[in-house]
């Protein structure tokens, strides 16, 4: 047997009320039901929960310790109706799912203007390429997402919101032959990129093909971090959104490699479920753009 809600709220109920008769009367149901909800509860516990006194009742040790629980219990059910009733998530759990370049650049600054302005509010954050964000949201599994073309459905809305510009980035301790490089004379080098689910992966084929070519070594990572840390270190010729490593480029670690074919930039979108838009949701969408654009994140 389990502890059940109405069983939880019977106890509170008696316990601030201070009295079977009290409780019963608020909850809206008769004596012996309220009564028979509390021997159950405290079968299910294996104590007793109350002191009984005539009518008046009083909290055992036991009693005491339950009713913290209860609170927590009652407040989160009553959340959860609350959160489905507005389909509001900001009322609850906040789904979150970006792209590493986002996550890189503004993740932690929107965490924090959301911590100011909401509280209460717990975040779930999902960072991921394009295939895995936009199936998290075709499944109802994310209320919100930043991420380059994605392959969403139709109870999904789209906002554009700018051009992540690519280029393939080098080492600096990397020697490469002079000059402006076709895509034949890249496919020669070692190249390092996204698995095949990233939109990343595709921008490089395409590139290729484009050239008429393919490489003839590709090695893949599903962490841009990591990535970019193994371009740094000279292990192979990588295809990164420039953004990223601005720093590292103007301090001479790293170069962009001049290449014949220009490379497609990706566009981004915010993806959000459309049954949930609200005044709130809109604030973070709008939260979204403006730190984008603080960070001069896309073009």
């Known amino acids: 047997m389990a502890i ?79 959160r489905f009733k507005k389909r509001n998530p900001l009322l609850g759990l906040l789904r979150l799912g970006v792209n590493e370049s986002f996550a890189h650049v503004c993740l932690t600054d929107l965490m924090g203007r959301l911590e100011q302005q909401y509280p209460k509010l717990k975040t779930s954050v999902t960072v991921g390429d394009t295939g895995m964000i936009s199936a998290l949201l ?6 919100i997402a930043v991420i380059s073309e994605p392959g969403v459905a139709s109870h999904i809305q789209r906002v554009p919101i700018g051009r992540n510009e690519l280029a393939w980035i080098a080492s600096s301790k990397l ?30 084929t395409n590139w290729f093909s484009l050239g008429g070519s393919a490489p003839s070594r590709v090695s893949t990572c599903n962490s841009l971090s990591v990535t970019l840390l193994m371009i740094k270190s000279g292990f192979a010729i990588g295809l ?36 949930e838009f609200g005044p709130d949701l809109e604030a973070i969408v ?14």
């Open 286 to 299: 709008s939260l979204t753009k403006e730190l984008i654009s603080h960070h001069q994140l896309f073009k």
């Open 175 to 204: 020697k490469l032959p002079p000059g402006i490089l076709t895509p034949a004379d890249l496919a020669q080098n070692h190249l390092i990129v996204s698995p095949q689910t990233a939109r990343l992966h595709t921008t490089m």
């Open 240 to 275: 990164v959104p420039a953004r990223l490593v601005a720093e590292e480029l103007a301090r001479g670690e790293l170069i962009t490699v001049p290449v014949s074919v220009p490379v497609e930039a990706h566009r981004v979108f915010l993806c959000y479920q459309i049954v």
């Open 4 to 82: 059940t809600l109405a069983q939880i709220r019977a106890f509170e109920r008696i316990a601030r009320l201070g009295s079977f008769h009290a409780a019963a009367q608020h909850v809206g149901i008769t004596q012996p039901s309220i009564s028979h909800r509390i021997q159950d509860l405290e079968a299910v516990l294996g104590t007793e929960l109350f002191t009984r006194n005539g009518p008046k009742v009083t909290l055992t040790a036991d009693g005491h310790a339950l009713l913290e629980y209860a609170d927590r219990m009652l407040e989160t059910a009553d959340e959860a109706v609350v």
């Open 138 to 143: 075709n499944d109802h599994q994310l209320d």
